[in-house]
């Protein structure tokens, strides 16, 4: 399957692994080495989205207006974590 290449299932798998993802991102948000204006783009886009009154698919179109805002949230989380250096991924990812 060429579609399934191995960026496409880097994201598949921390999708899948939410229970390892969330405590990720939690520990990552408070990690003093990772830059603060890192950290603030991650949450700031996060809460611009959540805050703002328009959304791809309005909220009330039932499956599609809330996988709009889990996508977004997911791709918040992807690039977080994606520039984050590895060392300390995989320091909270073996504990």
Same mark, same amino acid.
Request: hydrophobic letters at 55%.
């Given at each position: 399957?060429?579609?399934?290449?191995?960026? #496409?299932?880097?994201?598949?798998?921390?999708?899948?692994?939410?229970?390892?993802?969330?405590?990720?991102?939690?520990?990552?948000? $408070?990690?003093?080495?990772?830059?603060?204006?890192?950290?603030?783009? +991650?949450?700031?886009?996060?809460?611009?989205?959540?805050?703002?009154?328009?959304?791809? +698919?309005?909220? $009330?179109?039932?499956? +599609?207006?809330?996988?709009?805002?889990?996508?977004?949230?997911?791709?918040?989380?992807?690039?977080? #974590?994606?520039?984050?250096? #590895?060392?300390?991924?995989?320091?909270?990812?073996?504990?």
């Amino acid at each position: 399957m060429a579609w399934l290449d191995r960026e #496409v299932m880097r994201r598949l798998m921390m999708l899948l692994n939410l229970p390892k993802s969330v405590p990720l991102v939690w520990n990552l948000a $408070w990690d003093k080495r990772i830059h603060w204006s890192r950290k603030l783009l +991650f949450l700031g886009g996060a809460l611009a989205y959540f805050l703002f009154p328009y959304d791809i +698919f309005p909220d $009330w179109i039932p499956l +599609f207006g809330q996988l709009d805002d889990l996508t977004a949230l997911f791709l918040l989380v992807e690039r977080f #974590v994606a520039g984050t250096p #590895v060392h300390i991924i995989n320091q909270y990812l073996l504990k």
